[in-house]
Nanobody, 115 residues
Framework: QVQLVESGGGLVQPGGSLTLSCAAS????????MGWYRQAPGKERELVAT???????AYADFAKGRFTISRDNAKNTVYLQMGSLKPEAPAVYLC?????????WGQGTQVTVSS
């Protein structure tokens, strides 16, 4: 079973930046792609960004120009750098990884943007 462990969440002021990390239990080249989702209470889970094994990235519209997904293969870790954060309901950010038809999820890390 693949394990994904997120870290880096916390409280940040509006306009600030935060970087999340997702450490995988195996070589991330094993995954077809990895990504980040977020979910606020009472709202749907929404895709934030993805990166495939070739390093190709994709972003949700709200994340474009503000968020950057990247990876460090030596550390088996994927990152989500978030900037220009807006005040909104706290959300849990979840890391995901896919191998063919199988999708794995981390436990999530909460991000709160508030002054």
């Amino acid at each position: 079973q693949v394990q994904l462990v997120e870290s880096g969440g916390g409280l940040v002021q509006p306009g600030g930046s935060l970087t999340l990390s997702c450490a995988a239990s195996e070589n991330i080249f094993n995954f077809n792609d990895m990504g980040w989702y977020r979910q606020a209470p009472g709202k749907e889970r929404e895709l934030v960004a993805t990166i495939n094994v070739g390093g190709i990235t994709a972003y949700a519209d709200f994340a474009k120009g503000r968020f950057t997904i990247s990876r460090d293969n030596a550390k088996n870790t994927v990152y989500l750098q978030m900037g220009s954060l807006k005040p909104e309901a706290p959300a849990v950010y979840l890391c995901t990884a896919r191998i063919l038809s199988r999708t794995y999820w981390g436990q999530g890390t909460q991000v709160t943007v508030s002054s």
